[in-house]
């Protein structure tokens, strides 16, 4: 089963910075769009933003435009989310998310999930 994974998350204070990594050696990363995705306990999943397979200019929720950033190695073959001025409420567990095409992978439907990476911005 093809799975991908998260790494970089952790625990950091409100107004610091995190940089989430997403890779796989099964899929090459150039033929998908890919988004992130975020649970926080007790919510809803909920879409953070989402890029095109070429890179271009990606979908932010509103909740995170201007402060995170997402983007792709293709060299490394990894997707990348880059989160700056954290607050308590990007507090989550996030995942990383790949398909065929921009919307299935935008609208939470995509068929690559990875297990998640913890996010923590305390008070």
């Known amino acids: 089963q093809v799975q991908l994974q998260e790494s970089g998350g952790g625990s950091v204070q409100s107004g610091g910075s995190l940089k989430l990594s997403c890779t796989t050696p099964?899929?090459?990363?150039?033929?998908?769009?890919m988004g992130w995705f975020r649970q926080a306990p007790g919510k809803k999943r909920e879409g953070v933003g989402c890029i095109s397979r070429l890179g271009g200019t990606p979908y932010y929720s509103d909740s995170v435009k201007g402060r995170f950033t997402i983007s792709r190695d293709r060299a490394k073959n990894t997707l990348y989310l880059q989160m700056n001025s954290l607050k308590p409420e990007d507090t989550a567990m996030y995942y990383c998310?790949?398909?065929?095409?921009?919307?299935?992978?935008?609208?939470?439907?995509?068929?690559?999930w990875g297990q998640g990476t913890q996010v923590t911005s305390p008070h």
């Open positions: 998310t790949a398909d065929r095409t921009f919307a299935t992978v935008c609208g939470g439907t995509g068929a690559y």
């Open positions: 099964e899929l090459t990363f150039d033929d998908y769009p």
